[in-house]
Nanobody, 124 residues
């Protein structure tokens, strides 16, 4: 099972930016997509953004479109999430997820490996 490690979280004021990274521990030739999910206190984990590993096609939740950008580096097996214009409601633990099966749905069950998460806190 692939091991995923997130980094880059922290505390930022509203309107600021953060960049999250997710590193995969093994070759990902059989990976279809990587994604970011987030979970705020008392809420369910929700989809944020995803990117197909081969073609690099991005997908975003409506709540982050125009503010977040997801990219991947196949050579270094990393994925990043550039988060701009951050809002207090973006505060959550952000998780990196890996999907092996081909498909364009982004539910929790579509992703079979997860990182430990990184905390993002946006102050008002």
């Amino acid at each position: 099972q692939a091991q995923l490690v997130e980094s880059g979280g922290g505390l930022v004021q509203a309107g600021g930016s953060l960049r999250l990274s997710c590193a995969a521990s093994e070759r990902t030739r059989d990976v279809f997509a990587l994604a970011w999910f987030r979970q705020a206190p008392g809420k369910e984990r929700e989809f944020v953004a995803a990117i197909t590993w081969s073609g690099g096609t991005p997908f975003y939740a409506d709540s982050v479109k125009g503010r977040f950008t997801i990219t991947r580096d196949n050579t270094n097996m990393t994925m990043t999430l550039q988060m701009n214009s951050l809002r207090p409601e973006d505060t959550a633990i952000y998780y990196c997820g890996l999907r092996r099966s081909r498909g364009y749905t982004f539910g929790l069950r579509d992703f079979t490996s997860w990182g430990q998460g990184t905390q993002v806190t946006v102050s008002s």
